[in-house]
């Protein structure tokens, strides 16, 4: 089976950096992937990291290392709507076709 | 674009309801997929489709089936409902195998007395 370990909580204060870390173990590994998740809302995509190294959009990061199974997302210049639940997904091929399966989450609280 | 449109929002079953929930993607996406999500929890896959005529279990199966007759549309339909299946339920859709990213609908608070 797969399973994904994630921080349950991080706070940090606005403008720092954080780093939400994602170490997971699974068969038939594709790639990484990063949900972002506002209270009531709906999950949204954020990147996916297929290969190993760093991918950047904006001011979030993603990186990947598949020989230690492991994985974070960075957000610099954190502001106070980044305040959310924050998802590392693994794609991997069970069954029929690949899909992800999902961590519990780590909710990250922005303060002033 | 409309994206991934899930109904109903809310809706609240007596033990041992049935009730279908609707979710239609206008992107033309061929995979679609099924997630509950309990408080304070992660998604899990209930079952998923990688085209229309084609479905497969996922993670929590139980108590759940789907049906794809169209790319559009993908129902979930839950048949005597129970307390354990009060969650938030999520549709996605994805133009591939994820690479890209799943599109998820707004969810479906179900709620079981």
């Known amino acids: 089976g797969q399973s994904l370990e994630q921080p349950s909580e991080v706070t940090a204060v606005e403008g720092a950096i954080v780093q939400i870390n994602c170490t997971y173990q699974?068969?038939?590994?594709?790639?990484l992937s990063w949900y972002q998740q506002h209270d009531g809302g709906a999950p949204t995509f954020l990147s996916y990291?297929?290969?190993?190294g760093l991918e950047e959009t904006g001011r979030f990061s993603s990186f990947l290392s598949r020989s230690d199974s492991y994985g974070y997302l960075l957000l610099q210049e954190l502001q106070m709507k980044d305040s959310a639940s924050y998802f590392c997904?693994?794609?991997?091929?069970?069954?029929?076709?690949?899909?992800?399966?999902f961590g519990t989450g780590t909710r990250l609280q922005v303060t002033l | 674009n409309a994206g991934v449109t899930q109904t109903p929002k809310f809706r609240i079953l007596k033990i041992g309801q049935s009730m279908t929930l609707q979710c239609t993607q206008d992107m033309n996406h061929n995979y679609m997929y099924w997630y509950r999500q309990d408080p304070g929890m992660g998604l899990k896959l209930i079952y998923y489709?990688?085209?229309?005529?084609?479905?497969d279990k996922g993670e929590v199966p139980n108590g759940y089936n789907v049906s794809r007759s169209t790319t559009e549309d993908f129902p979930l339909r839950l048949e005597l409902a129970a307390p354990s299946q009060t969650s938030v339920y999520f549709c996605?859709?994805?133009?591939?195998?994820?690479?890209?990213?799943?599109?998820f609908g707004s969810g479906t608070r179900l709620t079981v007395v």
């Open positions: 699974t068969s038939g590994f594709y790639g």
């Open positions: 997904a693994v794609r991997d091929r069970t069954g029929t076709a690949s899909k992800l399966t």
């Open positions: 990291n297929g290969l190993d």
């Open positions: 996605a859709s994805s133009l591939d195998r994820g690479i890209y990213g799943y599109t």
């Open positions: 489709s990688v085209g229309a005529g084609i479905t």
